[in-house]
């Protein structure tokens, strides 16, 4: 039977989500018992994994780090007080095609397609015809026949914004998986702080979530993506049922 020992330099802590974490030195009498030496619990939590190291060649024994994760003690906390929620923002480039104000665009700019289902172009220099204003934020100070401040753009810059609530439990939720790719007024249990941000009229849409193992703990990552200005196509993605 192993020897048990607990050496000093035992270590520990506890993250955002209330997962423990603690790192017991053992004392094992021969390469035999690194793999056996420790308590397969401590303070409630399961091993998660080990390291060795040899004391001097070995004959003096090894020093066994046996790491143990999962909640401290026997009760198991509520789900809201294991949450932890983050909000990033971030920009994506997206087709010409794609923006909401396309029509003043291709009129204001010159904007033709070559051949059918080729890609938008513009000509070098503003056309006659212009009204010289523009469709991405502001007014086109180009006049006709000056460079035309779209020659050559294909894609335009789209403010993007992902939030993510990531939170642990002893069992995986059975409907984990019920609401991916599902659209979302707005997200769902969000702390006041998100959810009053005005983000207009665009929506969510909920991201697969991220699950790993946390001793005999599941640490759960749910991740809502805002919409394109134009929104989410209501006839492709299904909206959630709970708005």
């Known amino acids: ?18 997962i423990c974490t603690f790192s ?10 690194v793999t056996t030496v420790g308590e ?3 303070q409630g939590l399961i091993e998660q994994g080990r ?76 056309p006659k015809a212009s009204a010289g204003k523009g469709g991405l934020g502001g007014k086109g100070k180009a006049k006709p026949g000056e460079k035309n401040p779209m020659f050559g753009n294909s894609t335009y810059a789209v403010m993007t ?9 002893k069992t995986i939720p059975k409907n984990a998986i019920n609401d991916i790719g599902k659209v979302y007024s707005s997200i769902p249990g969000a702390p006041d702080a998100i959810a009053n941000i005005d983000f207009g009229d665009r929506t969510w849409m909920a991201m697969p979530p991220k699950i790993s193992q946390q001793g005999d703990v599941w640490r759960i990552e749910n991740e809502w993506l805002l919409s394109p200005p134009s929104g989410w196509v209501e006839e492709v993605y299904q909206k959630a049922s709970s708005q």
């Open 161 to 169: 914004a992902r939030v993510t609530r990531t939170w642990s439990s």
């Open 24 to 33: 017991i030195p053992y004392h094992a009498k021969s390469i035999a018992e």
């Open 51 to 126: 390291t060795w190291q040899a004391l001097n060649d070995g004959t003096d024994g090894w020093i066994v780090i046996v790491t143990y994760k999962g909640y401290a003690g026997d009760e198991e906390p509520a789900p809201e007080d294991t949450e932890q929620w983050n909000l990033s923002f971030d920009f994506s480039e997206e087709p010409i095609e794609s923006h909401p104000n396309l029509k003043a665009i291709k009129s204001a700019y010159g904007g033709y397609y070559e051949e059918p289902g080729g890609p938008l172009k513009f000509p070098e220099f503003m």
């Open 1 to 18: 039977m192993a020897n048990n020992t607990i050496l000093e330099g035992a270590s520990g802590g506890r993250d955002e989500n209330r």
């Open 40 to 42: 397969p619990r401590f």
